[in-house]
């Protein structure tokens, strides 16, 4: 069985928010729910969803 890690934190996780083909844990989802836009945490969600799209968009083109 193959290791999965959250998106956001990188931890080992064997569930969460699943977003694409990727996961996000309950504590990073916890924390995204509570952030401000203004938070400069939120640009860090926000690039790492980015990621995660546009991965799947090149995976799609091939």
């Known amino acids: 069985m193959e290791q999965k890690?959250?998106?956001v934190c990188e931890k080992p996780v064997k569930e969460g928010l699943r977003i694409l083909a990727s996961l996000l844990c309950?504590?990073?989802e916890q924390e995204l729910l509570k952030l401000a836009v203004s938070d400069p945490k939120y640009s860090l969600y926000v690039d790492k969803l980015k990621s995660v799209i546009a991965s799947v968009c090149?995976?799609?083109q091939v």
């Open 58 to 60: 090149v995976q799609q």
């Open 26 to 28: 309950s504590e990073c």
């Open 5 to 7: 890690y959250c998106l």
